[in-house]
């Protein structure tokens, strides 16, 4: 059965136990997931390729009750078509009190998984697509006018910009915003910069770009004048995923128009003057096609730094640097 995500409120529960979720928009895959999942309970998280490596151990933990929580959410994430002889198997077991969410980047339609889903009346499949700036523009002023905070149209742009379309970002950015104010203190150009760490995330900001535009030298420079920490990798793959997206966008429209300026001028948000010269860098050098391998091999580093904190710079490190050096669209 197909849904929409503003239609969790016609699940039921008794009947309804299993739920894909997939898209490209994870901000809103998370708020949904908190909205279907028992209120109280034990929340359980994997990764399909964990289960699928130990069958027995993921059973064991969904069969076990415990004497003081009765309701459980278990969350796959990463799916694909190999999940589906897990969800045979927890069909078949008719497990009570528990929910299954399985969530799956974008899948075509021949997805298997997908196709299951969509057909199956006691099984729920909800589509997520990414947020518009429109979208993203009214969740912010929606935000400001309920909490009654005064805002200019450049600060409000401001904040867009940083969060470059990721809704996730924006609605953490917002709540630090909320806090700040309620100590009656007002929201300037000047505190907003220091509040959504613009500031502080230059260095990284500019890493990610010189990166992007495969500026070589200046690319060394940021990673030998800069002490990141294992702790900061994950922040920094975001932000290389955040602006690698807004690159493949910029792409197609470049590949469509075959007008660099055009494509700079049109683009949605705006870009700061000071960043158009990089960001037609950006275009140059990368096609879709290597844009799309890039975001899956980002994803693919998270996975591997968040297996291996301790050795997260190091990785990170090499990644950057591999992107930096390779080859230009027009070079062979």
Request: proline share 1%; net charge positive.
């Amino acid at each position: 059965m197909i849904l929409k995500y503003f239609e969790t409120e016609k699940i039921n529960k008794k009947e309804t136990k299993l739920f894909l979720l997939y898209g490209k928009n994870s901000g809103l895959i998370k708020d949904t997931i908190n909205k279907i999942e028992f209120s109280k309970g034990e929340r359980f998280q994997y990764d399909e390729k964990d289960i699928l490596e130990n069958e027995k151990l993921f059973f064991e933990n969904i069969l076990v009750k415990s004497l003081f929580v009765q309701n459980k959410t278990i969350i796959i994430n990463r799916s694909t078509d190999k999940i589906l002889k897990i969800i045979d198997q927890i069909l078949d077991k008719n497990i009570e009190d528990v929910l299954v969410i399985i969530t799956a980047e974008n899948l075509e339609k021949k997805s298997k998984l997908r196709s299951f889903f969509e057909k199956e009346k006691n099984l729920v499949c909800i589509p997520f697509y990414p947020d518009t700036e429109k979208t993203l523009l009214k969740l912010a002023m929606d935000f400001f006018k309920n909490e009654k905070i005064a805002v200019s149209q450049i600060n409000l742009n401001q904040i867009l910009n940083k969060n470059l379309g990721d809704r996730e970002n924006l609605l953490n950015e917002l709540k630090k915003i909320k806090y700040f104010v309620k100590n009656g203190k007002k929201v300037t150009t000047e505190t907003l910069s220091k509040l959504i760490n613009l500031s502080e995330d230059y260095s990284t900001s500019e890493l990610v770009d010189n990166c992007l535009a495969k500026n070589k030298n200046k690319t060394l420079t940021i990673l030998n004048e800069n002490n990141f920490k294992n702790e900061d990798c994950i922040a920094i793959l975001r932000i290389f995923l955040s602006k690698t997206k807004r690159i493949l966008t910029l792409a197609k429209d470049y590949e469509k128009n075959k007008n660099i300026d055009l494509t700079i001028s049109s683009a949605r948000p705006p870009i700061f003057w000071k960043d158009k010269e990089i960001v037609k860098q950006q275009i140059i050098r990368w096609n879709t096609k290597k844009l799309k391998k890039l975001i899956f091999e980002i994803s693919e580093i998270e996975i591997l730094i968040k297996k291996n904190l301790n050795s997260g710079v190091h990785l990170l490190y090499n990644f950057v640097i591999k992107q930096t050096l390779q080859k230009f669209n027009n070079e062979i």
